[in-house]
T-cell receptor, first 115, second 111 residues
Framework: DVKVTQSSRYLVKRTGEKVFLECVQD?????MFWYRQDPGLGLRLIYF???????EKGDIPEGYSVSREKKERFSLILESASTNQTSMYLC??????????????FGSGTQLSVL | QKEVEQNSGPLSVPEGAIASLNCTYS??????FFWYRQYSGKSPELIMS????GDKEDGRFTAQLNKASQYVSLLIRDSQPSDSATYLC???????????FGAGTRLFVKA
């Protein structure tokens, strides 16, 4: 089974802190994604990476950055956490290509609270 | 206009009934369409994908696609309480990287 592991299930941080969310996948997927999920808004794409060291902005990249130094690991960084970044963060990965390769595999999520 | 729109629900159906979930999308370049199921407190999991107009059946689930109307639906036959979840519609341009999700429809199946 594909496993996408997010380092923390719950995190509580203070405003202004630098926050790192880690995601590791074990299926050699080329593409990795960070979404945030808020009630009534669904999943919104923050950043994605289609290869090592490659990254692209999603729909809501402001206040976030990412790092992908190894194929299996994709990190989301909140440079200076703010209360409006309180959310559920979901990492996902998939193969490149079309058809069944477009299936996203999700991690279990990190519920981040910024106080 | 949101790129992918769904009724937020909740949609409540009795056990054994057919649940019908609907989704519209705005990008005519969308070529791949997905339904993900998300149980409360869990992450989404793919249950259906569809790529061409018409119906696609998998067990109790049927996905329907009408590209001319930019409309995707999911039918769940013989609904069970275990089907109670949020159903997320998602679309993607073929070869694109971004999968765009709707806000989801909450389904309750009453025993």
């Amino acid at each position: 089974d594909v496993k996408v592991t997010q380092s923390s299930r719950y995190l509580v941080k203070r405003t202004g802190e630098k926050v790192f969310l880690e995601c590791v996948q074990d299926m050699d997927h080329e593409n990795m994604f960070w979404y945030r999920q808020d009630p009534g808004l669904g999943l919104r794409l923050i950043y994605f990476s289609y290869d090592v060291k490659m990254k692209e902005k999603g729909d809501i990249p402001e206040g976030y950055s990412v790092s992908r130094e190894k194929k299996e690991r994709f990190s989301l960084i909140l440079e200076s956490a703010s209360t409006n970044q309180t959310s559920m963060y979901l990492c996902a990965s998939r193969f490149s290509g079309t058809g069944i390769n477009e299936k996203l595999f999700f991690g279990s999520g990190t519920q981040l609270s910024v106080l | 206009q949101k790129e992918v729109e769904q009724n937020s629900g909740p949609l409540s159906v009795p056990e054994g009934a057919i649940a019908s979930l609907n989704c519209t999308y705005s990008d005519r370049g969308s070529q791949s369409f997905f339904w993900y199921r998300q149980y409360s407190g869990k992450s989404p999991e793919l249950i259906m994908s569809i790529y061409s107009n018409g119906d696609k059946e998998d067990g109790r689930f049927t996905a329907q696609l009408n590209k001319a109307s930019q409309y995707v639906s999911l039918l769940i036959r013989d609904s069970q309480p275990s089907d109670s979840a949020t159903y997320l519609c998602a679309v993607q341009r073929t070869g694109g990287f971004k999968t765009i999700f709707g806000a989801g429809t909450r389904l309750f199946v009453k025993a």
